[in-house]
């Protein structure tokens, strides 16, 4: 079946560190790869996505590439501030339209000044 | 101009009773979902409803019982609550079904707690 394995938390950086929260996925074909955040207290929001193998999401200074050749679809940023603190969710939609997203457990980061 | 809206933000209860959490969408999309979220942040899927037909339907107790008066809401209604349905509940849209790359956008959460 899809799943989709993140790195455990927590995670914690001082300012300016450089961030990679790995994530690996198992799935037939080519699924599309999301990163979704989820502030304190707020629903998730979408952070970047990946349709095809080799494609890099970017936004706020992550990024994240398709890597079908090691599933994997890590997270970078190379200097975290505190307003990143949040939990990182790992997500993959299957191939073929399905509407079901699956996600890893997520990943808590706390950014210190 | 919230997206996505739910209500209430927190619902407290006892155990036994029944209660209903609202969600609504003024994005025009056509699938809306409900997720659940446990204590440790994991999150999963427990329905989609597509055009207000129900189209995903995981593993869930038939105590939960999803409804879709139109395209814009979808209702969860939860009979005899139980402790293990303390949880944070989910509500989100998404343009359109079948869209494996399209962005599911998401409401602010209902906590609720069962006591």
């Known amino acids: 079946g899809n799943s989709v394995t993140q790195m455990e938390g927590p995670v914690t950086l001082s300012e300016e560190a450089f961030l990679t929260i790995n994530c690996t996925y198992t799935?037939?074909?080519?699924?599309?790869l999301f990163w979704y955040v989820q502030y304190p207290g707020e629903g998730l929001q979408l952070l970047l996505k990946?349709?095809?193998?080799?494609d890099k999401g970017s936004n706020k200074g992550f990024e994240a590439t398709y890597r079908k050749e090691t599933t994997s679809f890590h997270l970078e940023k190379g200097s975290v501030q505190v307003s990143d603190s949040a939990v990182y969710f790992c997500?993959?939609?299957?191939?073929?339209?399905?509407?079901?997203?699956?996600f890893g457990k997520g990943t808590k980061l706390t950014v210190n000044p | 101009d919230t997206a996505v809206s739910q209500t209430p933000k927190y619902l407290v209860t006892q155990m036994g009773n029944d209660k209903s959490i609202k969600c609504e969408q003024n994005?025009?999309?056509?699938?809306m979902y409900w997720y659940k979220q446990d204590s440790k942040k994991f999150l999963k899927i427990m329905f989609s409803?597509?055009?207000?037909?129900?189209?995903i339907n995981e593993t869930v107790p038939n105590r939960f019982s999803p409804k879709s008066p139109d395209k814009a809401h979808l209702n969860l209604h939860i009979n005899s609550l139980e402790l293990g349905d303390s949880a944070v509940y989910f509500c989100?849209?998404?343009?359109?079904?079948?869209?494996?790359?399209?962005?599911?956008?998401f409401g602010p959460g209902t906590r609720l707690t069962v006591l």
């Open positions: 989100a849209s998404s343009r359109v079904a079948g869209g494996g790359s399209d962005e599911q956008f």
């Open positions: 799935a037939t074909g080519y699924p599309s």
């Open positions: 990946a349709t095809k193998a080799d």
């Open positions: 997500a993959l939609s299957p191939q073929g339209g399905s509407e079901k997203l699956v």
């Open positions: 994005l025009g999309h056509d699938t």
């Open positions: 409803y597509n055009n207000k037909e129900l189209i």
